[in-house]
């Protein structure tokens, strides 16, 4: 079994700045990609910032400039620091994660994190 923990979550004034964590943990052998993704109400998931294994970074154009995605492989963690943020920010965040894990055999499968609240007021 593998999870997704986030944290960091919360309420922020516009312009301010939130950092989010993601663990992954179980039967791990490889983390491939991990990601941000963000659902505002009404609206479809989108992908907010992504990276691989091998540290290449891709970022929604909304977020570029403002936020940063970053590892730390030693403790299967992603970060994302979110700074002058917006109130068209607000939305709740999952982690995701490309995953080779072990089980019966080995396999690869995406794994999502429960999801944590980011509001920004005005």
């Known amino acids: 079994q593998v999870q997704l923990v986030e944290s960091g979550g919360g309420l922020v004034q516009a312009g301010g700045s939130l950092r989010l964590s993601c663990t992954a943990s179980g039967s791990i052998f490889s983390i491939n990609a991990m990601g941000w993704y963000r659902q505002a109400p009404g609206k479809q998931r989108e992908l907010v910032a992504a990276?691989?294994?091998?540290?290449?970074?891709n970022y929604a154009d909304s977020v570029k400039g403002r936020f940063t995605i970053s590892k730390n492989n030693a403790k299967n963690t992603v970060y994302l620091q979110m700074n002058s943020l917006k109130p068209e920010d607000t939305a709740v965040y999952y982690c995701?994660?490309?995953?080779?894990?072990?089980?019966?055999?080995?396999?690869?499968?995406?794994?999502w994190g429960q999801g944590t609240q980011v509001t920004v007021s005005s």
């Open positions: 995701n994660a490309d995953i080779s894990h072990w089980g019966v055999t080995m396999s690869t499968d995406d794994f």
């Open positions: 990276i691989t294994s091998g540290g290449s970074i």
